[in-house]
């Protein structure tokens, strides 16, 4: 089965910064790359899909890119409301694992 | 607006069995491959399990695989997860999503929660 790395676990950043959270598969999956948040007590929500692709009514502040086994998740400029969890999911095959998340805390 | 609203978690015993239910409404259900996700309290997301649109193929994660069994039944737009021979890691707050046209996880119920103890 093909393995997910995210990093970093966690990470504290400022209102305004940009952040940038990676996962990295071991197998090649082309752009077959999701990334979720999750704020704590509710269900994941779908950011991006097709590792590029925004999802409708998602701020543009947040980005996606990548492709192969190497792919990013951006915000640029962070807001109050982006504090959560993020993970990617690869789905070009099962099993449609996760990353392990990130973690984001907005100072 | 798709609602997907899971039933069925309990507090088990270890090795014992449970069955949870998704019910599915505002789409077509019958059209769309579904999926159990579950997240430890605390952890991480993991996929569990698939079970495509027509019902011909499912998947299932390792640790699952041999004791859960995924089945939907299209009259009742409702999906089903049997799990057997329980463990205390499987405890989870266990979600029903939504797979959509382009093969994404977009919609997700509020999940149920199963707890293996003694």
């Known amino acids: 089965d093909i393995q997910m790395t995210q990093s970093p676990s966690s990470l504290s950043a400022s209102v305004g910064d940009r952040v940038t959270i990676t996962c990295r598969t071991s197998r090649p999956i082309v752009t077959f790359l999701a990334w979720f948040q999750q704020i704590p007590g509710k269900a994941p929500k779908l950011l991006i899909s097709a590792a590029s692709t925004l999802q409708s009514g998602v701020p543009s502040r947040f980005s996606g890119s990548g492709s192969g086994t190497d792919f990013t998740l951006t915000i640029s400029g962070l807001q109050p409301e982006d504090a959560a969890t993020y993970y990617c999911?690869?789905?070009?095959?099962?099993?449609?694992?996760f990353g392990q998340g990130t973690k984001v805390e907005v100072k | 607006e798709v609602q997907l609203v899971e039933s069925g978690g309990a507090v088990v015993q270890p090795g014992g069995s449970l069955r949870l239910s998704c019910l599915a409404s505002g789409f077509t259900f019958e059209d769309y491959t579904m999926h159990w996700v579950r997240q430890a309290p605390g952890r991480g997301l993991q996929w569990v399990s698939l079970?495509?649109?027509?019902?011909?193929?499912?998947y299932y994660e390792d640790s699952v695989k041999g004791r859960f069994t995924i089945s939907r039944d299209d009259s009742k737009n409702s999906l089903y997860l049997d799990m057997n021979s329980l463990r205390t890691e499987d405890t989870a707050l266990y979600y029903c999503?939504?797979?959509?046209?382009?093969?994404?996880?977009?919609?997700w119920g509020q999940g149920t929660l199963v707890t293996v103890s003694s």
């Open positions: 079970l495509n649109w027509n019902g011909h193929s499912t």
């Open positions: 999911q690869k789905y070009n095959s099962a099993p449609h694992t």
């Open positions: 999503v939504r797979e959509t046209a382009q093969l994404v996880l977009e919609d």
